[in-house]
Structures are given as structure tokens and as C-alpha cells.
């Protein structure tokens, strides 16, 4: 009799072992084509696929081409709707963008050939990638395939060639730029929130040495003015009128140092 249960048992682990595998398949295609949605906007301009793209700030669920040399506002790129397995439709929406998967994007050797694994981020072309350097703030993803100029040619722009090639598309911080710089976490999040964009790690540093040293000086004026005019208050108090006076300048001094600090970190992180 246990011989015999044995035997029945196997099928029903059997049939447990293949319904687990599919579905572990089944969840890995799901996830495969849910990094691959892409979403509809509006937009001014007819834009081919493979441009890069900003969100364009004066009209909702819009983009527009991305500016060349501006990495900092780089939010995906335009792909043909056919080429996704799932559609996001908005309203009016006639242009299609990627923000993840692997797309093909039109990309440039302003910057060099680009091979396979190269970060990319946009050149000084409007809209086309290029070999991503430690000078960019922003990356668009990593090149799945590779284009040195000779292959593959579609048009070009001086010396430089222009192609298509697909890339993993994750826009993110540069890896390879000097902002990765050991900067904690609350000082780039905060620059970033001043700026509106990701800040170098050299004008990060240089903001807040600006802002420590106007808090320092702020306090010692106030400090030093107020314990002077409260010493003189006690040893002449019949001039209080007057004590009370330099001291309310004191005051606004101490402030207005701290307010040109503050303002020269502004300048500093938006420039």
C-alpha cells in the first residue's frame, strides 16, 4: 500500500512543478512588457521616432524636442506605438514617448563611436543622443547596440555620423559625471529642489560654504551687537532710546548678511 501512494503522488508533484514554471514565465512576461508601456502626449511639432524629448512645461501631457546640450531635462524618447506591447492613451495624443525599455533611439558620433554598454545622453544636436562624458549631468540609458559612423548611416551633420541603435532606456544621474562626487543624499536632494535640476558636486560644496559662512558672520554680528547694546543699556540707562536704536541696526545688518548668503546660494546652484 505505500508503494502504491508513492506512485500517485508523483503526478500530482509533477503537475505542481509545471504549473510553478508556468507561472514563473507568465509573471516574467508580464513584468518584460510592463517595462516596455509607453504613454501618449500632445505635441507642437511632428517629432520622428527615435528623438529624445522634454515634457514641455506650457501645456499639459505635451512634450517637445529635446534642446541640445540640455541633459538636465532629459525625459525619454518618441517610439513608433507598433513597437510596444501596451499603449497609454491620452486624449489628442499623437506622439508616443518612452521612458523605460529598449527602444531604438537616433544617436551621433559628436562624441565618439558609441559600443555596446556606452552610457548615452543628449549631444549638442537637438533631440539625438550621444557617447555620455563625466560633463553631463544626465544619461538617457545604455546602448544595447553599438554605431561607429561607417554602418547604418541615415545622415550627417558635419563630421559626425547619425544612426539608429537600441537602447535601454532608464533615464537617471550621470554615473560616469563628477556629481557622483561623495555628496550625502539631503544635500543633493536639496540642491536639486532649489535648482530644479541635478547640481555638480563642486558648486554643491561651494553653496554651502557660502552659506555657513554668511550664517557664521550673520550670528556674530547679531551676537556681538546685542550683547554690546544690553551692556550699555545696563551701565547708561537713561540713553535706551538710543541703545535700542543701534541695535535694531545691528539686527537688520545680521539679516541682511544671511539674506546675500542665502541669495548668493541661489545664484550659485541655478547658474
Not at 501512494?5 to 503537475?15: A, D, F, I, N
Request: net charge positive; glycine share 10%.
Amino acid at each position: 500500500m505505500t508503494v502504491s501512494v508513492k506512485h500517485k503522488k508523483r503526478p500530482v508533484l509533477l503537475l505542481m512543478v509545471i504549473l510553478a514554471g508556468f507561472s514563473f514565465f507568465n509573471l516574467r512576461s508580464i513584468s518584460v512588457a510592463a517595462d516596455n508601456i509607453i504613454q501618449g502626449y500632445s505635441a507642437k511639432e511632428t517629432l520622428q521616432p527615435g528623438l529624445m524629448v522634454a515634457l514641455d512645461k506650457s501645456a499639459s501631457k505635451s512634450v517637445k524636442i529635446l534642446p541640445g546640450g540640455d541633459a538636465d531635462h532629459i525625459y525619454g524618447v518618441v517610439v513608433d506605438p507598433t513597437d510596444a506591447p501596451f499603449t497609454l492613451n491620452a486624449q489628442n495624443s499623437k506622439t508616443f514617448v518612452a521612458t523605460s525599455g529598449n527602444f531604438q533611439v537616433l544617436v551621433s558620433t559628436i562624441a565618439g563611436s558609441v559600443k555596446p554598454g556606452d552610457f548615452l545622453t543628449v549631444s549638442n544636436l537637438s533631440g539625438i543622443a550621444q557617447k555620455a562624458t563625466s560633463v553631463q549631468t544626465r544619461i538617457l540609458g545604455q546602448a544595447v547596440s553599438g554605431f561607429d559612423g561607417t554602418s547604418n548611416v541615415i545622415t550627417s551633420n558635419g563630421s559626425a555620423k547619425i544612426g539608429r541603435i537600441f537602447v535601454q532606456i532608464n533615464p537617471q544621474n550621470n554615473p560616469l559625471a563628477n556629481n557622483a562626487v561623495l555628496v550625502p543624499s539631503f544635500l543633493r536632494k536639496a540642491s536639486s529642489a532649489v535648482a530644479g535640476k541635478s547640481v555638480p558636486a563642486v558648486r554643491i560644496y561651494g553653496a554651502l560654504g557660502v552659506f555657513i559662512f554668511s550664517a557664521i558672520v550673520a550670528v556674530l554680528v547679531l551676537w556681538s551687537g546685542v550683547r554690546g547694546s544690553l551692556i550699555a543699556l545696563g551701565r547708561n540707562p537713561l540713553s535706551r532710546k538710543a541703545i535700542f536704536s543701534g541695535m535694531y541696526k545691528v539686527v537688520f545688518t545680521g539679516v541682511g548678511i544671511f539674506i546675500l548668503g542665502l541669495a548668493g546660494v541661489y545664484l550659485l546652484l541655478r547658474i
